[in-house]
């Protein structure tokens, strides 16, 4: 069966951990600074939900649930639209919602940015920095969170990092006229920053496509050709 | 180092032509040679590693032997008796070369490629 290995990191004061990936259970290892990972089945979307059980030195037990996204998932089409559905149901009471409004309330409204924005586009900047790196272009000064869930409050310091981070991989490698710029902070995000943010990486990897697509390999030219 | 692999088409130099909506006598070139293996692509990543920027890992043996690990293949390098050198790297595709070299009797040196 293909696997995958999936990482988050934790506080360094944690000695175990283990729990549910996707609903299998595993035991995690220390493969790096902070960095606990397991080989897992792979997930044929690409999504694993986390649900894991952490011991500290001092026997201290806590509960970690996370959604861990590989591959691109981006969203770079939000409109105002779909910011003034999400304040409308916002300003709603969640039990004088009708059954559907309550549905689309806990699923990822396009018009909020929550922690499943947060993991879904630190899991596109891992999958970029992969094909990058495959390719020769190793992207410095990245710091990936990896366990972004409900529980957590980004600190500045966090969202500064996120930033930072699209900054790297967006110096690293050509760019498109049109590709937008990163934004200055999370301060007053607004929607179309949020797309920003999710176009970069999306031209990016368009970029790495078609690069691949126009190279030359061993075996195909003779000196003198092209 | 990296194992280079050559691509082997079955259709040596087919392309599709693709026509771009909108744009007259444009077309998009796109490789149709078919290979059975897909080669090693000419890049940065290659280049780079020509000029040493590979990532390795050189273990210095207890036989006096050296083993340098590194992401596309294993290079060994044996310190014969007779004074001769034998460096074999084995790519991850199985594929392997090996380099020997002797120091002859009158100072010069000979290097073989098996």
């Known amino acids: 069966m293909a696997s995958k290995v999936v990482s988050v990191i934790l506080e360094n004061s944690i000695t175990y951990v283990s729990g549910y990936v996707n609903g299998i259970e595993y035991t995690f290892t220390l493969t790096a600074e902070n960095t606990w990972s397991a080989e897992v089945a792979t997930s044929d979307d690409n999504i694993y939900r986390l649900v894991l059980t952490a011991i500290d030195n001092n026997g201290n037990v806590s509960t970690i ?5 590989y591959g691109l998932n981006l ?3 939000r409109t105002q639209g779909d910011v003034n559905r999400y304040l409308y149901l916002k300003n709603k009471n969640f039990h004088e919602m009708t059954t559907e409004e309550q549905m689309e309330w806990v699923s990822d409204l396009r018009g909020a940015y929550n922690v499943t924005d947060l993991s879904r586009v630190e899991g596109a900047m891992d999958y970029l920095v ?4 495959e390719n020769g272009y190793y992207v410095n000064g990245l710091k990936l969170k990896r366990l972004w869930n409900m529980k957590y409050i980004p600190s500045h310091a966090d969202m500064e990092q996120y930033l930072d981070n699209v900054r790297f991989i967006r110096s690293v490698f050509a760019t498109m006229t049109s590709t937008p710029s990163v934004p ?7 929607y179309k920053e949020a797309n920003d943010i999710e176009q970069i990486l999306f031209d990016v990897d368009y970029l790495i496509t078609e690069m691949v697509k126009a190279m030359f390999y ?3 030219l003779f000196a003198g050709e092209v | 180092m990296i194992d ?3 691509r082997v088409p079955t259709n040596a130099g087919r392309v599709k032509l693709i026509p771009v909506a909108g744009q007259a006598n444009t077309y998009d070139m796109v490789r149709a040679d078919n290979p059975t293996v897909a080669g090693t692509s000419i890049n940065r990543a290659l280049l780079m590693a ?4 590979a990532a390795s890992k050189t273990v210095f043996n207890a036989d006096g032997s050296i083993t340098e690990t590194g992401d596309s293949g294993t290079m060994e390098t044996v310190f014969n008796s007779d004074g001769s050198i034998v460096e074999t790297f084995t790519g991850k595709s199985g594929n392997s070369i090996v380099r020997t070299t002797v120091v002859n009797t009158d100072g010069s040196i000979t290097q073989t490629i098996s």
Do not use: A, C, P
Request: net charge negative; hydrophobic share 35%.
């Open chain 1, 65 to 69: 649930s996370t959604t861990l996204y």
């Open chain 1, 130 to 133: 992969e094909r990058l790196k």
């Open chain 2, 50 to 53: 020509m000029q040493g920027f």
């Open chain 1, 218 to 220: 061993s075996n195909d």
């Open chain 2, 4 to 6: 280079v692999i050559d």
């Open chain 1, 184 to 190: 200055d902070s999370m301060v007053h995000f607004t």
């Open chain 1, 75 to 77: 969203i770079t089409d």
